[in-house]
């Protein structure tokens, strides 16, 4: 599991006017910054009058490969140092996010094998039914031919044949 280094956690506000804290690398050549671990901060104010702060995943890490993400400068409002304890929560949230990302990994790989097995099976199935159907055909196919050719002279019986065969 992956762990982060605090001395590159930042609290990273977008244009767009959301709070992003992330352990941040900078990429002064293509004025670009990868956000790795981003996690998005969120203040609620309550019925009491309290302030209450959530942070959760800011990319859907249930989909995801890699949590990490690309922001150009220009989306970059202001970078900010965030506070010891806020990095120790960071921390925190951050591995209960890659244990939820282990976790869907492994249901999404036990979900499609059981898929492949029941496909498999179904596979089977129809083959054993068509194989099944094609010996009754040639079944009625031989017996049929049998049939003609034992009372080849009557023609009332003939043409009872040419309907089954059509």
Not at 6 to 35: C, F, H, P, W, Y
């Amino acid at each position: 599991m992956e762990t982060t280094t605090n001395n590159n956690i930042k609290i990273v506000r977008l244009q767009s006017g959301e709070d992003i804290m992330a352990d941040m690398i900078q990429d002064e050549e293509n004025d670009t910054i990868l956000l790795d671990n981003p996690m998005h901060i969120i203040f609620k104010r309550i019925p009491t009058g309290q302030t209450v702060m959530m942070m959760m995943p800011w990319l859907p890490i249930e989909i995801i490969k890699e949590n990490s993400a690309i922001v150009y400068g220009s989306d970059i409002l202001t970078i900010i140092e965030p506070k010891d304890d806020l990095v120790e929560y960071y921390g925190s949230v951050v591995v209960e996010a890659q244990q939820r990302m282990e976790e869907k990994r492994n249901f999404t790989t036990l979900m499609m094998k059981k898929k492949m097995k029941n496909t498999m099976m179904r596979v089977r199935r129809l083959m054993q039914m068509n194989y099944l159907n094609y010996l009754e055909r040639r079944r009625r196919t031989t017996s049929i031919n049998n049939f003609q050719t034992e009372h080849h002279d009557d023609t009332c019986c003939q043409a009872v044949c040419q309907q089954q065969n059509r």
